[in-house]
Every structure is written in structure tokens, then in C-alpha cells.
């Protein structure tokens, strides 16, 4: 049986979001982009930039590490697909908690670039 590790982001992301239960339109307008662009995440023909990683890894609730390399825990398949309202609004949380984490170290990294130039 392979890991994670030999699946490439794209297998990663459909076997994500095939646990959750979601279509990659569904998945699609959770994260606000097009099909087509999912599409293309999914097909190794490109990948999503660093915030809307964090963004897919929060609704497909897998850690960016898993996405991004396959360590760590790999998604569990879920008979009751599509995800309930709670575990939802959970992903919702941990996703927000993360963009603001993210949003703190941007301020930091240019008030050092401030500081420097």
C-alpha cells in the first residue's frame, strides 16, 4: 500500500477532498476560486499559492504539511459526507486562526524590511 508521501499534491488534495465527500465545484466555491483552477491544483498542472493552502488544508481539515508532503495524519474517509456544520465551523476557526497568525507575521516581516531600508 503506498503513503502519502508517494501520492503528488494533486492526489493528496482529490483523496482530501473524496473523504470529505465534496465535488471539486463544491470544494471550489468553498474556497472562492474556479473549478477549473481546482482543477488544475489537482492535476499537478499547478498549485495553489501559500494562503489558499492554508485555506484548502483548513476546509479539507488536513494539516499544509500533509498536503504539501503527506506527514502527518492523512484524511479519514467520512460515510456522513459532506462535512456537518461543526466540524465546518471548526475548519472555519482553525483556518481564521491561521490567516491571522499569517497576517501577524507579514507585519512583522515588513516592519523588519522598514527597519532595515
Do not use: F
Amino acid at each position: 500500500m503506498a503513503s502519502s508521501s508517494d501520492y503528488t499534491l494533486g492526489e493528496r488534495i482529490c483523496k482530501a477532498r473524496d473523504a470529505i465527500g465534496l465535488s471539486t465545484a463544491q470544494l471550489a466555491r468553498r474556497l472562492g476560486i474556479k473549478t477549473a483552477t481546482l482543477q488544475g491544483w489537482e492535476s499537478d498542472r499547478s498549485e495553489p499559492r501559500s494562503n489558499k493552502l492554508v485555506l484548502l488544508a483548513g476546509v479539507l481539515n488536513v494539516s499544509p504539511t500533509w498536503l504539501l508532503v503527506g506527514r502527518g495524519a492523512a484524511p479519514m474517509h467520512d460515510d456522513h459526507a459532506p462535512a456537518d456544520l461543526d466540524s465546518m465551523r471548526l475548519a472555519l476557526d482553525r483556518v481564521h486562526r491561521q490567516a491571522l497568525s499569517l497576517a501577524e507575521e507579514i507585519e512583522r516581516l515588513k516592519h523588519r524590511l522598514d527597519e532595515t531600508g
